[in-house]
């Protein structure tokens, strides 16, 4: 079997160990193998656009944004139970206009909070969840527990970005939990307790809008433009590169970086981008398998 067709447009893929869970521009979802192979239907839990999700071992556990409802939640997803659709926009409307109604909650949810704050990024930390809203950081257990909370990092020296700053990582590493910024500020944070224990603000010359780390690769920072950087220490020197679009996804394998993004494949090898067209946007890179926009799959472009 080969990785099945999606029938919707996919935004990002929440990456676990045994299975992924892809997300839709419209709230859509559904699970798939390591294989791209889909384990079970689509389903739309809830009728608004998920902005992010993480997989804590057998659950998935994401943030739901409505812009014209000004509203956003976090919910939990069993990943082996299957998933059914949930209520629609409409009846959404009718729970938040009236007072009394039901309130709409996403489907086969194990338990989901209403956040009073705008959210931001998700991520994990062992077998924790760590979050960022406009208003702080938390990390919760997978039954929604909190264990602690903090302030967002401040950097002095991009202080006069921060009303348009926002947080864009949230990615675990031996050092800690790391936090990164889109105008390139970096902060260390300790697990148990969430105090700050590293800080640094990195010129990239672009903003950064996603970062991955790979205990082989070391850090894989996207930028906005459409260039890469590199690292191999949180606390290094940085390598730019230039790739041929912004790159939407990466993943360290056999000794090298791979990534996909708009209508391009590349790799870097020996300090050596190299970058292959292609015809849609690859969205997600998975055990060499791309995911684009259109729903479907291909290997990746290997020039």
């Given at each position: 079997m080969g990785p099945s067709e999606i029938d919707f447009a996919p935004s990002r893929i929440s990456k676990g160990s045994s299975i992924h869970v892809l997300t839709g521009t419209h709230g859509e979802m559904a699970k798939i193998n390591r294989n791209g192979?889909?384990?079970?239907?689509?389903?739309?839990?809830?009728?608004?656009?998920?902005?992010?999700?993480?997989?804590?071992d057998k659950i998935w556990i994401g943030i739901w944004l409505d812009v014209e409802f000004r509203q956003a939640r976090m919910a939990a997803l069993p990943i082996e139970m299957e998933w059914n659709d949930g209520?629609?926009?409409?009846?959404?409307?009718?729970?938040?206009?009236?007072?009394?109604?039901?309130?709409?909650?996403?489907?086969?949810?194990?338990?989901?909070?209403?956040?009073?704050?705008?959210?931001?990024?998700i991520g994990k930390y062992e077998d924790k969840v760590v979050f960022t809203t406009v208003s702080g950081i938390y990390m919760i257990d997978s039954g929604a527990n909190e264990i602690w909370r903090g302030l967002l990092p401040r950097w002095p020296a991009?202080?006069?970005?921060?009303?348009?700053?926002?947080?864009?990582?949230?990615?675990?590493?031996?050092?800690?939990?790391?936090?990164?910024?889109?105008?390139?500020?970096?902060?260390?944070?300790?697990?148990?307790?969430g105090l700050e224990i590293y800080s640094r603000v990195i010129d990239f010359g672009d903003s950064v809008s996603d970062v991955t780390f790979s205990d082989e690769g070391g850090w894989f920072v996207m930028l906005h433009e459409g260039s890469i950087a590199v690292m191999d220490k949180i606390e290094g020197h940085h390598s730019l590169f230039r790739t041929s679009g912004p790159v939407l996804d990466a993943e360290f394998s056999d000794g090298s970086?791979?990534?996909?993004?708009?209508?391009?494949?590349?790799?870097?090898?020996d300090s050596e981008p190299r970058v292959s067209g292609r015809e849609n946007i690859g969205v997600a890179i998975t055990d060499g398998n791309i995911l684009t926009n259109d729903g479907s799959w291909s290997r990746f472009q290997d020039y």
């Open positions: 192979e889909l384990q079970g239907p689509t389903v739309t839990p809830f009728p608004t656009s998920i902005i992010d999700g993480v997989i804590l209520s629609n926009r409409e009846d959404l409307r009718s729970s938040i206009n009236s007072i009394g109604e039901g309130e709409v909650l996403p489907s086969n949810s194990l338990w989901h909070r209403v956040l009073d704050s705008q959210p931001m990024k991009i202080s006069n970005f921060s009303a348009f700053d926002e947080i864009v990582g949230v990615v675990e590493f031996p050092g800690g939990i790391s936090i990164w910024s889109r105008a390139g500020g970096v902060s260390v944070l300790d697990p148990s307790n970086w791979k990534w996909t993004g708009w209508r391009h494949d590349g790799s870097l090898t």
